[in-house]
């Protein structure tokens, strides 16, 4: 018989705990910090996926979110459940990831960047003055309401995001060990030499950044089940870009376990400085500066840098020799 | 057709007008991005620090902006010289996407501090001339576009004259050419950078007042300013003065014609400059004139 590894036993344990919160009856407020934590932290898994691994400085996760959450909350005007409009959300965002690759592809570094950047802005300013459905008091500038979300409670919402987190991870690690992340990662290195040794760079280019659109969608979704409310301002707001972004980069860029730190990091302050308004921002940015300049590698760099894992991996092998010759 | 042809007219002009305004804006995007190749993603934010900043001196000391500038550029220069020496360079010797997400943190922290002094309310800059027209035969000119067009092009001049008759001009302009080639005649490269950061935060400076006096800013207008100037750039070439004048105009006509042929139609005004860039950008990614 084959005995699982010890680590992938307590990733289980840690998500089979998670899952366990709403029903033992942990503070509602918990369940809110977690649910952000979740949103941030699926969102900053895609953004290292094309960032860290792809290469890609995508400056464009609300476009993603935005146009996902829209479709969430149009379905549920013309009468479809929220399930399906999770989906269709998450769908949508892919799709428009694949309607523009065929542009956004051909320009590359500093190009790419700002290509991107366009997007969100233009899709901004499409839906502020676009109804397509309900009558003046919902569409253009003030946005629509999902409905139909009534019935779900913050367990409901928890699961979910839960779910999205935990699958975003899984997602990356399956990816880093196939030949699809191998060749993510030459394209980084290097784009022409991936091209010349037989690399399809805009295949394994696309596969990356629908993967990215779909995750971050249904993200986003998820995020308007919990908060029913979607404006232009708010669905395109740049602060969608800049959660993955601080998370990735202070955790640890084209590192596995980069955005899970920077995530914590990122939601923790954003509830801790919750009542400053813009100075939370303003600090959120210095802090993002500081570690640009002092630790380019984020902390999880800095901390296998300094060694910090290997004490706790070498309890973890220890443990795992005992357990085979008990086993034996 | 004649009628329209008169209807043409104003939008025309004001487009034209309007355009000197983007190139202030793209000039200092352009000084950097030609010496680094690195897009300063902060730059319209900077702008609009520029505005506020024009914006606080009148209600301070109830001065005229344009007399603000002499307080403004050098501590925007100053502002922008230290910004580059302590964060963009060092970050630099990393990468290029390590310098480009500092611009982005830099971005941030001054839309955050100016949402901070100034609260996230809409303003402008209002002056007893700015709303003032004139007419010229049968047309009615704006003061406030025609300041845009005589700034744009008195910063347009003024930075040329720089680049080609001072040393350190020369420099800036060796460096963006073939760097690698400049540092070997002795130029320092850092430097060079540091001072090319330090003229584009002087032009935004510039920039921020020509933009406050035309329309309304609020702390998070600077995005929209960022993509059009980079627009200007890609269709008018880097180091080209003529051709950065052209994209100004160009994107200047986007603007109020689209608006005009569109019946007046907001969403058209404000996605017309956002398609062009696109489009031109995807079809030449490296630019119209890219080398």
Known sequence: MKIPRLTTLASLAVLVVLALFPVIGIPLSWLNYLFTFFICLALANMWNLLAGYTGLICLCPHAFVGLAGYTLAIGSWVGVPFQAGLIAGAAVAALFALLISFPVFRMRGIYFAIGTLILPEAL?????????????????????????????????????????????????????????G??????????????????????????????????????????????????????????????????????????????????????????????????????????????????PQGIAGLLRQVGAYRFPLRLFQAVEGRIHENVK | MEDFLIELAPPLIRGILLGGLYVVIALGLSLVFGVMKLINVAHGDLVILGSYFAY??????????????????????????????????????????????????????????????????????????????????????????????????AVMIALREFLRRTYLGKAISAASQNEPVAERMGINPNRVYSF??????????VAGVLQGLTFYFSPVSGPPFLIISFGVIIIGGLGSMAGTFIGGMIFGLTQTLGAHLSGGSMMVQMLAPYLLVFVVLSVRPQGIFGR
């Not at chain 1, 959660?243 to 955790?251: R, S």
């Not at chain 1, 990122?266 to 303003?282: E, M, P």
């Not at chain 2, 090319?196 to 400076?205: E, K, R």
Request: hydrophobic share 55%; aromatic share 14%; glycine share 10%.
């Open chain 1, 124 to 180: 901004k300013a499409w839906f502020n003055y676009w109804r397509p459905v309900g009558n003046v008091y919902q569409g253009m500038g003030a946005g629509y309401s999902v409905t139909g979300v009534e019935g779900v409670t913050l367990g409901d919402t928890f699961w979910l995001g839960l779910a999205i987190a935990a699958a975003s991870i899984f997602l990356v690690h399956i990816i880093l060990r196939a030949r699809l």
């Open chain 2, 196 to 205: 090319a950061f330090a003229i584009a935060m002087a032009c935004a400076a």
């Open chain 1, 182 to 295: 191998l060749g993510l990662t030459a394209i980084r290195d290097n784009e022409n030499t991936a091209a010349s040794a037989g690399v399809n760079v805009f295949r394994l280019k696309l596969y990356s950044f629908l993967i990215a659109a779909f995750i971050m969608g249904i993200a986003g979704a998820a995020y308007y089940i919990y908060s029913p409310r979607i404006n232009p301002v708010g669905g395109f707001n740049i602060s969608w870009l800049l959660l993955p972004l601080m998370a990735t980069v202070i955790g640890g860029e084209g590192l596995e376990e980069g955005p899970i730190i920077g995530a914590a990091i990122v939601t923790f302050l954003r509830f801790l400085l919750a009542d400053y308004g813009a100075w939370s921002l303003f600090i959120q940015g210095i802090i993002l500066l500081v570690v640009v300049v002092v630790m």
């Open chain 2, 56 to 153: 606080a001196a009148m209600g301070w000391l109830g001065i005229d902006p344009f007399l603000s500038l002499v307080v403004g550029v050098p501590l925007f220069f100053a502002f922008g010289f230290f910004v580059q020496k302590f964060i963009i360079n060092r970050t630099f010797r990393i990468s290029l996407d390590a310098a480009l997400i500092a611009c982005f943190g830099i971005s941030v922290v001054v839309q955050s501090l100016c949402q901070v002094i100034w609260t996230p309310f809409s303003r402008s800059l209002t002056t007893p001339y700015q709303l003032r027209s004139f007419a010229v035969g049968e047309l009615t000119i704006s003061v406030r576009y025609l300041l845009d067009f005589i700034g744009g092009l």
